[in-house]
């Protein structure tokens, strides 16, 4: 928890800001954001650094406006049933921000099962969209518990496609490939370390690299200048609590540490 001006500003507002920035540059593209933090982030997008972006309501409809979390929109743009979400993962500009159980050093994704394939200790969504999303749409990952049990050596399944196993798959796999970035409540990351495996961009503030290091199950790759993770502008601030989660929703994935946790 850092102050910027006269606010107080939250590792989940850090967060959403940092859900946001990996939005910036994408420009009219259909932004499928995957739980509670990557939609406040999608549309704090689309509020300041990038109005074109398409979202949606996560059920049926575009949006033209940009409600708060869980709201309805008032103002409807067009109509997109879930027979035609497919169509837009196979052939449409898009970027879908999934969850992770589990992500490898080379970014490759697991929410179906933990244990061995043929016996499964536990269940877990299954694959869903991820290969399709994966092979066909810019891609990222939000992880809200950064730990060595989710950022792990490999995958116990691979539901979402990392670079380096889409390019040994061939050209079909590989040629639309495109993990962007993975966020976590620790730091920023892509997947353009040594042979495609994943490198740490930023530390949140009050992280440091060691943290970050400490809590990954993997020799991580380490960008030559790590930064801080920018805290939201005051404009971000005022958005993100009076406008789009004036109910404080996002504490419930990215809760304050405790002064014991900190220390």
């Known amino acids: 928890m850092t102050e910027t001006g006269t606010s107080t500003v939250t590792r989940a507002d850090v967060c959403a800001a940092a859900i946001a920035d990996a939005f910036r540059d994408d420009g009219e593209i259909f932004a499928s954001p995957m739980g509670m933090l990557p939609m406040l982030g999608v549309r704090l997008a689309k509020l300041t650094s990038n109005p074109d972006l398409v ?24 109509w997109i049933p879930f027979r035609r979400v497919f169509d837009v ?12 159980t589990q992500v490898d050093q080379h970014g490759n994704q697991n929410i179906s099962a933990i244990g061995p394939f043929a016996q499964p200790k536990r269940q877990l969504l299954g694959s869903r969209g991820a290969p399709g999303n ?3 749409n810019r891609t990222s990952y939000w992880v809200p518990k950064h730990g060595p049990r989710v950022f792990v050596e490999q995958v116990d399944i691979v539901s979402g496609v990392g670079p380096k196993r889409a390019r040994e798959a061939g050209p079909a796999a590989s040629r639309f490939n495109d993990i962007h970035r993975i966020v976590s409540n620790l730091g920023v990351f892509d997947v353009k370390g040594p042979d495609d495996t994943v490198r740490l961009l930023s530390v949140h503030p009050g992280v440091s690299v060691e943290d970050v290091v400490a809590a990954t199950g993997f020799e991580l790759a380490i960008a030559d200048d790590v930064a801080t993770t920018r805290e939201p502008s005051l404009e971000e601030l005022l958005i993100i609590r009076e406008v789009l989660d004036p109910k404080g929703l996002r504490f419930k994935e990215v809760p304050e540490p405790t002064p014991a946790q900190e220390s």
């Open 89 to 100: 993962v196979a052939y449409g500009k898009r970027h879908v921000m999934m969850g992770a």
């Open 55 to 78: 979202i949606s309501d996560g059920e049926s409809l575009f949006l033209a406006g940009v409600p708060p979390l869980f709201a309805k929109g008032d103002v409807v743009e067009g």
């Open 134 to 136: 994966t092979v066909n």
